[in-house]
């Protein structure tokens, strides 16, 4: 069975006295281990695509199975423990915070386990290590380059080892250097068996996934 | 990292809101501590004016004759049958349980005598009353006196209706008992029983009457402020047996009133800091959680739960509150320090550290911050995460 399944997967919103429908009828199933690029233009519906599949945004119709879990059918508190035990998330503007030091920020989603002070510090230097920032774990958010701010953001994605990275449009805030070097990270998470899907506007980076889900209205185009 | 690291390095590293906080909260715990110290002062400065203005206690021999009224109370021992009130037993009341209430403690002996002025207006009945003129004058804090109070025990102060009756003047001779006195002083009228007595020492009067240790009543003035003058009562009943201790409700009543129209205001005034407290934590925590609405979706999207962010958000405001509690303890006993003489209450007041002033401080900031954080916390965890996200 894949781990991600939908099936006719849809999201309205009322915008005003206008309903206006952001995902439109998809039906995906995605492979453990496979790196999705997921493109279109702006408002066609991949970031809501993306927050459904993190279980952040309930669907309309349908439902979301991931790993054999109808997430959308789960309580609150335990969608909860689903995010932090299988989703990390990587978002173009980083989403970091700022009044946390990086070693903080990248421990955040153990703030609410039972690790050790000693272990929690082990996991995040190990982690800040796979993304060449163990020298800047003291250091906070703003004194850190966009690149580094996007490390970080990755490293706390991955502290809990979870099975899908959700990346939206991780490279939108970087230039082209720094994108190449966020682009390899998580080509080398996803060659670890990660599922990474990621949004993005850019087609050179198509060639960093195994497959390209092109959206247009929110509906799949191919 | 824990959940309360995340609150104390948002308090820690987010000075201008913290301070902001902190400032409001703070500023309402001073006043509340400034005021509650003054208005405290101010109530036992008044209640011990008016514990002192007058006596609340009246001690007389027990007797079943109807004599002499004295304000309000019967007196007996006019006839001189008073042998059960004697002047050892000022030294008993004095071992009451609540002996520190006793502010004044006034004997008296009356006697009947036959004045003979030495005018030559002829002998004339009296009653003259033997005081402890230190005790009385403190007592009777509406005398106003032409002339002075004796100093010399043949000196002697006069009431207004003696003085109108007998045609009496200052420094003039009158003989009681064949004994002579000076008029050093007429009291002004009084409109009391005081305008019909002559006044001499205590113990020249016991001599010169043959009454050596006998009193005819003690009026006493008690601090009732801190404790029931049912109590004083009591506990002066049980060491005088013989005599019948009675409290003048009227005037226990008329202070006390006074003295709670001091407290009701200084409730009423602390009520208002509280709200006025709550609002501005209310107003704070609120704008706060709508500003971190892109915060609250980071937490969301690492898989923090409901409860977790309503922890951090209370957890910080209660630290901030707390500070605030003890800091806005320390600066409202400062102001009372200074506001206090500024108002010349009690010029030589004396705050001593009270643990539980603080206690309350402390406690009045956290509960303020609780409950002003509730609702802004809990609209934090129910946020909808697609509202969240959208920030994102």
Same mark, same amino acid.
């Given at each position: 069975?894949?781990?991600?399944?939908?099936?006719?997967?849809?999201?309205?919103?009322?915008?005003?006295?206008?309903?206006?429908?952001?995902?439109?009828?998809?039906?995906?199933?995605?492979?453990?281990?496979?790196?999705?690029?997921?493109?279109?233009?702006?408002?066609?519906?991949?970031?809501?695509?993306?927050?459904?599949?993190?279980?952040?945004?309930?669907?309309?119709?349908?439902?979301?199975?991931?790993?054999?879990?109808?997430?959308?059918?789960?309580?609150?508190?335990?969608?909860?423990?689903?995010?932090?035990?299988?989703?990390?998330?990587?978002?173009?503007?980083?989403?970091?915070?700022?009044?946390?030091?990086?070693?903080?920020?990248?421990?955040?989603?153990?703030?609410?386990?039972?690790?050790?002070?000693?272990?929690?510090?082990?996991?995040?230097?190990?982690?800040?290590?796979?993304?060449?920032?163990?020298?800047?774990?003291?250091?906070?958010?703003?004194?850190?380059?966009?690149?580094?701010?996007?490390?970080?953001?990755?490293?706390?994605?991955?502290?809990?080892?979870?099975?899908?990275?959700?990346?939206?449009?991780?490279?939108?805030?970087?230039?082209?250097?720094?994108?190449?070097?966020?682009?390899?990270?998580?080509?080398?998470?996803?060659?670890?068996?990660?599922?990474?899907?990621?949004?993005?506007?850019?087609?050179?980076?198509?060639?960093?996934?195994?497959?390209?889900?092109?959206?247009?209205?929110?509906?799949?185009?191919? | 990292?824990?959940?309360?690291?995340?609150?104390?390095?948002?308090?820690?590293?987010?000075?201008?809101?913290?301070?902001?906080?902190?400032?409001?909260?703070?500023?309402?715990?001073?006043?509340?501590?400034?005021?509650?110290?003054?208005?405290?002062?101010?109530?036992?400065?008044?209640?011990?004016?008016?514990?002192?203005?007058?006596?609340?206690?009246?001690?007389?021999?027990?007797?079943?004759?109807?004599?002499?009224?004295?304000?309000?109370?019967?007196?007996?021992?006019?006839?001189?049958?008073?042998?059960?009130?004697?002047?050892?037993?000022?030294?008993?009341?004095?071992?009451?349980?609540?002996?520190?209430?006793?502010?004044?403690?006034?004997?008296?002996?009356?006697?009947?005598?036959?004045?003979?002025?030495?005018?030559?207006?002829?002998?004339?009945?009296?009653?003259?009353?033997?005081?402890?003129?230190?005790?009385?004058?403190? /007592?009777?804090?509406?005398?106003? *006196? =032409?002339?002075?109070?004796?100093?010399?025990?043949? +000196?002697?102060? &006069?009431?207004?209706? %003696?003085?109108?009756?007998?045609?009496?003047?200052?420094?003039?001779?009158?003989?009681?008992?064949?004994?002579?006195?000076?008029?050093?002083?007429?009291?002004?009228?009084?409109?009391?029983?005081?305008?019909?007595?002559?006044?001499?020492?205590?113990?020249?009067?016991?001599?010169?009457?043959?009454?050596?240790?006998?009193?005819?009543?003690?009026?006493?003035?008690?601090?009732?402020?801190?404790?029931?003058?049912?109590?004083?009562?009591?506990?002066?009943?049980?060491?005088?047996?013989?005599?019948?201790?009675?409290?003048?409700?009227?005037?226990?009543?008329?202070?006390?009133?006074?003295?709670?129209?001091?407290?009701?205001?200084?409730?009423?005034?602390?009520?208002?800091?509280?709200?006025?407290?709550? /609002?501005?934590?209310?107003?704070? *925590? =609120?704008?706060?959680?709508?500003?971190?609405?892109? +915060?609250?979706? &980071?937490?969301?999207? %690492?898989?923090?739960?409901?409860?977790?962010?309503?922890?951090?958000?209370?957890?910080?405001?209660?630290?901030?509150?707390?500070?605030?509690?003890?800091?806005?303890?320390?600066?409202?006993?400062?102001?009372?320090?200074?506001?206090?003489?500024?108002?010349?209450?009690?010029?030589?007041?004396?705050?001593?550290?009270?643990?539980?002033?603080?206690?309350?401080?402390?406690?009045?900031?956290?509960?303020?911050?609780?409950?002003?954080?509730?609702?802004?916390?809990?609209?934090?965890?129910?946020?909808?995460?697609?509202?969240?996200?959208?920030?994102?």
């Amino acid at each position: 069975m894949s781990l991600i399944q939908i099936d006719n997967l849809a999201k309205e919103y009322k915008s005003g006295n206008e309903k206006v429908i952001a995902v439109n009828n998809i039906s995906l199933e995605i492979e453990q281990g496979e790196f999705i690029s997921l493109m279109g233009e702006s408002g066609s519906g991949k970031s809501t695509l993306l927050t459904m599949l993190g279980g952040l945004n309930k669907p309309t119709k349908d439902k979301v199975i991931i790993d054999e879990i109808d997430i959308y059918n789960l309580s609150a508190n335990r969608l909860a423990d689903f995010r932090r035990e299988y989703i990390g998330f990587v978002f173009q503007s980083f989403q970091l915070i700022p009044y946390l030091t990086v070693i903080e920020n990248v421990q955040l989603p153990l703030a609410t386990n039972s690790h050790s002070k000693k272990l929690q510090a082990e996991l995040a230097s190990s982690i800040l290590n796979k993304v060449h920032l163990e020298s800047k774990g003291k250091r906070l958010i703003n004194e850190l380059s966009g690149g580094e701010q996007q490390r970080v953001a990755i490293a706390r994605a991955l502290i809990n080892d979870p099975m899908i990275l959700l990346a939206d449009e991780p490279t939108g805030n970087l230039d082209s250097k720094t994108s190449e070097d966020i682009m390899n990270i998580l080509l080398e998470l996803n060659q670890t068996g990660k599922t990474v899907i990621m949004v993005t506007h850019n087609p050179v980076f198509k060639k960093y996934s195994t497959r390209n889900i092109q959206l247009s209205d929110g509906k799949l185009i191919c | 990292m824990k959940l309360y690291n995340i609150s104390l390095q948002s308090i820690r590293r987010r000075k201008a809101r913290t301070a902001f906080l902190v400032t409001g909260l703070l500023l309402a715990v001073a006043s509340f501590v400034t005021l509650f110290i003054v208005s405290e002062n101010v109530n036992q400065s008044v209640a011990s004016d008016l514990d002192e203005f007058g006596a609340n206690m009246l001690i007389t021999p027990k007797s079943d004759g109807l004599n002499l009224n004295y304000g309000g109370v019967s007196v007996t021992g006019l006839t001189f049958e008073s042998g059960s009130l004697k002047q050892d037993d000022i030294a008993l009341i004095k071992t009451i349980k609540n002996r520190d209430n006793l502010s004044i403690i006034a004997p008296k002996l009356f006697a009947a005598s036959k004045i003979d002025p030495a005018g030559g207006a002829g002998e004339k009945n009296i009653i003259v009353s033997g005081v402890d003129f230190k005790e009385e004058i403190r /007592l009777k804090k509406l005398w106003q *006196v =032409n002339g002075k109070y004796p100093a010399k025990e043949n +000196e002697t102060v &006069i009431g207004s209706e %003696v003085n109108k009756v007998l045609g009496l003047g200052l420094n003039q001779k009158i003989n009681l008992n064949n004994e002579e006195f000076i008029i050093t002083g007429i009291l002004n009228e009084t409109g009391s029983q005081d305008d019909g007595l002559i006044f001499i020492d205590l113990t020249k009067a016991q001599i010169l009457f043959n009454k050596q240790n006998q009193l005819s009543l003690i009026e006493i003035a008690a601090r009732c402020y801190d404790c029931p003058i049912e109590e004083i009562v009591r506990q002066s009943s049980e060491k005088l047996p013989g005599a019948k201790v009675t409290a003048i409700k009227q005037s226990i009543e008329s202070k006390m009133t006074a003295i709670h129209r001091f407290e009701h205001f200084s409730l009423g005034i602390s009520s208002v800091i509280l709200i006025i407290s709550l /609002l501005i934590v209310f107003t704070n *925590v =609120n704008a706060s959680v709508n500003e971190r609405t892109r +915060e609250i979706g &980071i937490f969301m999207a %690492v898989g923090f739960k409901r409860w977790h962010i309503i922890k951090i958000i209370i957890l910080e405001v209660l630290i901030a509150s707390f500070a605030a509690g003890i800091l806005g303890f320390f600066i409202g006993v400062a102001a009372a320090k200074i506001i206090t003489p500024i108002l010349s209450m009690n010029e030589s007041l004396e705050i001593n550290f009270s643990y539980i002033l603080l206690l309350t401080s402390a406690g009045m900031a956290v509960l303020a911050g609780l409950l002003a954080s509730v609702l802004p916390a809990l609209k934090a965890a129910r946020l909808d995460p697609t509202v969240a996200f959208r920030s994102l």
